[in-house]
């Protein structure tokens, strides 16, 4: 949970901090998370961000408010420096978080293409998904759902978006925006392994001591078995820990053993992979969610669905995009909605509550002190006394305001 008191100052002793990468970056030790501190590691970053993503103008930010993400903002380009790790003194963990999100920025879909391509699987799942009985007759969960209430990318993508996003979500709206977070979440654990795969070794030393840092947490909890259950995020870290060799997952090495194909993929290549691979985690996972919800369990109108769909039915072959086609060839299983059993994902929960970045957001004052360092020189002199020709020295603080 991020907390809204704004930081007013990293109190920390020099022995707490751990930046031996950047400290031969700056050819200095670093005692303090100072502003000058802040300022130095701001600067690193956007070095690095001119580096990774050379043809894009990234802005590298502090949090100075609540609304601050966890990730790289990928549709507008724009990564915060998250604090939670600050606050620990893990510098160089900070520079690997923000590397990170930046190869995010370079080589992922942007937030608004996976959050499309997440909406169109759960329809396809819905329509794979069977309520009824032999007496009264079958239907799709996609034919229940639009049935009870008119839901579309749009009317999804509004919640995304706080300048449109002034109502909460309705019962149905809220079953497919948990149901496509959770497969963004899964996704993503595909995607850090393909994106820091491809990073550059003299980069990737700081997203290593990082990974060296939240890795424990699961190996422990994945030893004693609580990862065991293959439900759709278990799958997705069981991934990502196998295959940055924390662990050597059975389930993993039988699915998904070898990522040479993966890493010379592109996203639209990889995913539609993915999602055939581990359909039924997908399908569990979409289903879980609705009964979640306690959506209904059959029509709430009558008439021909293509009435209530209108124009906009997302099933045109003729208007259907790339992201929808990810998982229209999909060979999904037909079942019904009282197959599916609930999943234990409260390891998954626990886990991202130990080692999830946090963006606590600074103080105001504090964000000034930063921004002021970036217009602070110091010039240093030594003058020769004419009369007896000793040597002083003395320096000067040049502030620029232009």
Not at 33 to 45: G, M
């Amino acid at each position: 949970m991020t907390s809204t008191n704004p930081i007013e100052r990293f109190n920390l002793e020099q022995s707490e901090i751990d930046a031996d990468i950047m400290e031969s970056w700056l050819e200095d030790n670093i005692q303090s998370v100072d502003e000058k501190t802040l300022f130095d590691l701001q600067q690193l970053i956007s070095h690095y961000s001119g580096v990774i993503v050379p043809d894009k103008t990234v802005k590298v930010s502090y949090p100075t408010s609540v609304d601050a993400s966890a990730c790289a903002d990928t549709d507008n380009n724009e990564v915060f420096i998250p604090t939670s790790s600050l606050l620990k003194g893990d510098i160089d963990h900070t520079i690997g978080l923000m590397i990170h999100e930046l190869h995010h920025i370079k080589l992922s879909l942007k937030g608004s293409e996976i959050t499309e391509t997440c909406f169109y699987l759960v329809n396809e799942i819905l329509k794979h998904t069977f309520v009824g009985d032999d007496d009264k007759g079958w239907e799709d969960l996609y034919e229940v759902v639009q049935s009870h209430e008119r839901i579309t990318y749009y009317s999804i993508r509004k919640h995304y978006d706080p300048k449109m996003d002034s109502e909460e979500p309705t019962k149905y709206e809220n079953f497919y925006l948990n149901a496509i977070k959770g497969i963004a979440m899964f996704l993503n654990c595909i995607e850090d392994v393909r994106i820091d795969s491809l990073t550059k070794p003299t980069l990737k030393r700081y997203i290593d001591k990082g990974d060296a840092i939240c890795a424990p947490t699961f190996m422990q909890n994945y030893a004693q078995g609580e990862y065991d259950e293959k439900n759709l995020l278990n799958v997705g870290y069981r991934y990502l820990f196998h295959h940055k060799d924390f662990v050597c997952d059975d389930y993993i090495t039988e699915t998904y053993p070898d990522i040479t194909k993966l890493l010379s993929s592109t996203p639209f290549e990889y995913i539609k992979d993915v999602f055939g691979i581990y359909k039924k985690e997908l399908q569990q996972f979409v289903r879980e969610c609705y009964q979640d919800e306690d959506g209904a369990s059959e029509s709430g109108a009558t008439g021909n669905l293509d009435s209530l769909l209108g124009d906009d039915d997302d099933d045109g072959e003729a208007n259907m995009g790339e992201l929808q086609k990810l998982s229209k060839d999909i060979d999904f299983d037909e079942e019904t909605l009282s197959d599916t059993k609930p999943a234990n994902s409260k390891p998954i929960k626990q886990y991202l509550e130990q080692t999830e970045a946090t963006y606590q957001p600074i103080a105001t004052v504090l964000a000034d002190s930063i921004e002021v360092m970036g217009k602070v020189s110091i010039h240093h002199t030594v003058e020769t006394n004419v009369s007896d020709n000793s040597t002083f020295g003395y320096s000067t603080i040049v502030v620029d305001e232009s």
